[in-house]
């Protein structure tokens, strides 16, 4: 007498102590089974002629029909070759399938199916089992057998079955579908995006420069608000003569008590004071009529501001320039900054 027992390699956690239930109660050996999950097969044989060998040789199959059993090409072959050889045949439903699964193939009006949905199913089993003469079975102690392999090995099965998504042909269309709407979606959310993105270059164009330049600093993070005003005021304070930058420095630097050059190289400073640059008043000092001057005092006083509103700015200053002080007091600070190099004063 051998058993084949056909399966779905994904259902060995059931099909494996199902084998030992009926082994243990029917007084059977490994030997009267052929069972490619309890390691029948040999390693680097020719496995589908041992399959359809074992298949030959039994006289009783009992395909196990899960949901993964009829996804499976192999086992529904399987199937087909049982009914071609028109071997015995049992077929074991598995909850959450029921006796509609095998409603498509010819084995549902030929052959009385098996469903483990209870212990009258179990039953049932049994009975089958019997009635072939396979060996000798006790069915009180069968079915206490198959109490313990219900709850322990089949419960656990079905509930993954049931919680299992079923990829079907309708799901498929549905997703095809589902895939087509969001690439119409996305290619139609770039269309827009790369409209708005023209529309606001152009009205970048169009809209004042000042509101243009507000818009992008609002948008900014400390850091880079900090960077860009230092940025605008680096850009007008190199366009200045390097003692009209020292004599601003000063002004910032010492509560506005005037720049003394160390040198007697008074000259370039009486130039720039004829320029109206500068002008002399207990010290030189600059003149914030001169329209550079004052657009360059602008940039320092806006920069002196973001300083002054970020608190943790001058920590994130010191982790890109450590060997500066923060701070518009400090020459090192305008050197770093503002790529300057700044006089130094009596």
Same mark, same amino acid.
């Given at each position: 007498?051998?058993?084949f027992?056909?399966?779905?390699?994904?259902?060995?956690?059931?099909?494996?102590?199902? @084998?030992?239930?009926?082994?243990?109660?029917?007084?059977?050996?490994?030997?009267?089974?052929?069972?490619?999950?309890?390691?029948?097969?040999?390693?680097?044989? &020719? *496995?589908?002629?041992?399959?359809? &060998?074992?298949?030959?040789?039994?006289? =009783?199959?009992?395909?196990?029909?899960?949901?993964?059993y009829?996804?499976?090409?192999?086992?529904?072959?399987?199937?087909?070759?049982? *009914?071609?050889?028109?071997?015995?045949?049992?077929?074991?439903?598995?909850?959450?399938?029921?006796?509609k699964?095998?409603?498509?193939?010819p084995?549902?009006s030929?052959?009385?199916?098996?469903?483990?949905?209870?212990?009258?199913?179990?039953?049932?089993?049994?009975?089958?089992?019997?009635k072939?003469g396979?060996? &000798?079975?006790?069915?009180?102690?069968?079915?206490s057998r198959?109490?313990?392999?219900?709850?322990?090995?089949?419960?656990?099965f079905?509930?993954?079955?049931?919680?299992?998504?079923?990829v079907?042909? $309708? =799901?498929?269309?549905n997703?095809? $579908?589902?895939?087509?709407?969001?690439?119409?979606?996305?290619?139609?959310?770039?269309?827009e995006?790369?409209?708005?993105?023209?529309?606001?270059?152009?009205?970048?164009? @169009?809209?004042?420069?000042?509101?243009?330049?507000? @818009?992008?600093?609002?948008?900014?993070?400390e *850091?880079?608000?900090?960077?860009?005003?230092?940025?605008?005021?680096?850009?007008?304070?190199?366009?200045?003569?390097?003692?009209?930058?020292?004599?601003l420095?000063?002004?910032?630097?010492?509560?506005?008590?005037?720049?003394?050059?160390?040198s007697d190289?008074?000259?370039?400073?009486?130039?720039?004071?004829?320029?109206?640059?500068?002008?002399?008043?207990?010290?030189w000092?600059?003149?914030?009529?001169?329209?550079?001057?004052?657009? $360059?005092?602008?940039?320092?006083?806006?920069?002196?501001?973001?300083?002054?509103?970020?608190?943790?700015?001058?920590?994130?200053?010191?982790?890109?320039?450590?060997?500066?002080?923060?701070?518009?007091?400090?020459?090192?600070? *305008?050197?770093?900054?503002?790529?300057?190099?700044?006089?130094?004063?009596?």
């Amino acid at each position: 007498m051998k058993i084949f027992i056909s399966h779905s390699s994904l259902d060995n956690r059931l099909v494996n102590p199902l @084998m030992d239930l009926i082994q243990t109660q029917f007084g059977l050996t490994r030997s009267n089974f052929f069972n490619t999950s309890d390691e029948e097969l040999q390693a680097g044989g &020719q *496995w589908i002629e041992e399959i359809k &060998q074992g298949m030959h040789d039994s006289s =009783l199959v009992l395909p196990v029909i899960t949901p993964n059993y009829l996804e499976s090409a192999f086992c529904l072959c399987e199937l087909g070759a049982t *009914w071609v050889k028109s071997a015995d045949l049992i077929p074991i439903i598995v909850p959450p399938l029921d006796y509609k699964a095998l409603n498509a193939t010819p084995f549902r009006s030929v052959y009385q199916t098996v469903s483990l949905d209870s212990e009258e199913g179990l039953t049932r089993l049994y009975d089958a089992i019997t009635k072939r003469g396979i060996g &000798q079975g006790n069915v009180t102690r069968f079915l206490s057998r198959a109490k313990q392999f219900s709850e322990r090995d089949l419960a656990p099965f079905i509930k993954e079955m049931e919680q299992r998504e079923v990829v079907t042909p $309708a =799901l498929v269309k549905n997703l095809k $579908a589902d895939v087509a709407r969001y690439k119409e979606a996305f290619e139609s959310s770039e269309s827009e995006m790369d409209q708005l993105r023209e529309e606001n270059k152009k009205l970048r164009l @169009m809209k004042d420069a000042k509101e243009v330049k507000q @818009m992008d600093y609002e948008r900014m993070d400390e *850091w880079d608000e900090f960077m860009a005003a230092a940025e605008e005021a680096k850009s007008i304070l190199n366009s200045l003569p390097r003692y009209a930058v020292s004599v601003l420095y000063q002004n910032y630097k010492s509560n506005h008590e005037g720049f003394f050059p160390e040198s007697d190289d008074f000259s370039k400073l009486t130039d720039m004071e004829s320029e109206g640059m500068v002008i002399y008043d207990s010290g030189w000092k600059p003149d914030y009529g001169h329209p550079k001057i004052k657009k $360059a005092d602008a940039a320092l006083d806006k920069l002196k501001a973001v300083c002054g509103n970020y608190p943790h700015l001058e920590e994130r200053f010191h982790e890109e320039y450590p060997d500066c002080r923060f701070g518009l007091r400090y020459s090192n600070f *305008w050197e770093a900054i503002f790529k300057i190099s700044i006089y130094k004063t009596n």
